[in-house]
């Protein structure tokens, strides 16, 4: 929870919108900006099924959108998309990428009549999670923490990094990163503090090997 508010707290962020399937960008800085939104939709198999990116005018202290993603098109054209699918959004200031986000949706629809219950695509329909392709994950210990890089030609999904000490989870450890989600090739550095001298590190992931 606290890895994904951080996240969605950011001061400059890109946005999936799961009712109207818009990509917006929020702004919570007071100053106008003049940047560029990339979405990318995989499914079920790690296959790119579309993408696209767009300049965009972000106005100090506003949310605008930038486009929608045409998911009723999309499944139509490709059935792996009744299974969990997953969107990468990226926010770039020019050349430098300044943000990004992950997300998971099902083809859960939203039902007026079972409004008590957990439906929609990002409440219900991902119990197909569990036959989610493998991967394999590669792991550097550096400095200061530790490099992360998905080796498979699959989406390694919910990766965690745990400082472990005779057995047991430390929990007085300070992730820059964690919960991760990685396109194949994709790598990350997750910087650690406060790790004991004589821990050691766990790195797991919901479909690695």
């Not at 998911?71 to 990468?88: C, D, G, Q, Y």
Request: charged share 25%; hydrophobic share 40%; proline share 6%.
């Amino acid at each position: 929870a606290f890895f994904a508010q951080r996240n969605a707290l950011e001061p400059l962020h890109a946005q999936y919108e799961y009712v109207s399937n818009r990509v917006a960008v929020v702004s919570d800085i007071v100053a106008d900006k003049y940047l560029s939104v990339k979405a990318e939709v995989y499914d079920f198999n790690t296959k790119k099924i579309w993408e696209r990116e767009q300049p965009i005018d972000v106005p100090a202290e506003r949310c605008v959108t930038a486009f929608v993603i045409p998911f009723e098109k999309l499944a139509k054209e490709n059935p792996l998309l009744a299974k969990p699918h997953f969107i990468k959004l990226w926010l770039f200031d020019g050349e430098r990428e300044i943000a990004s986000t992950f997300y998971w949706r099902s083809s859960s629809v939203y039902s007026h009549e079972r409004r008590a219950e957990a439906v929609g695509p990002c409440a219900g329909g991902f119990e197909e999670l569990d036959n989610l392709p493998k991967t394999t994950l590669k792991t550097e210990r550096t400095a200061n923490g530790v490099k992360v890089t998905n080796t498979g030609d699959k989406l390694a999904f919910f990766v965690r990094i745990k400082a472990m000490k005779d057995g047991k989870f430390v929990p007085s450890v300070h992730y820059s990163d964690n919960y991760l989600n990685l396109l194949p090739g994709e790598s990350v550095f997750v910087t650690i503090d406060d790790l004991p001298p004589d821990a050691t590190l766990s790195v797991e992931g919901w479909n690695a090997r």
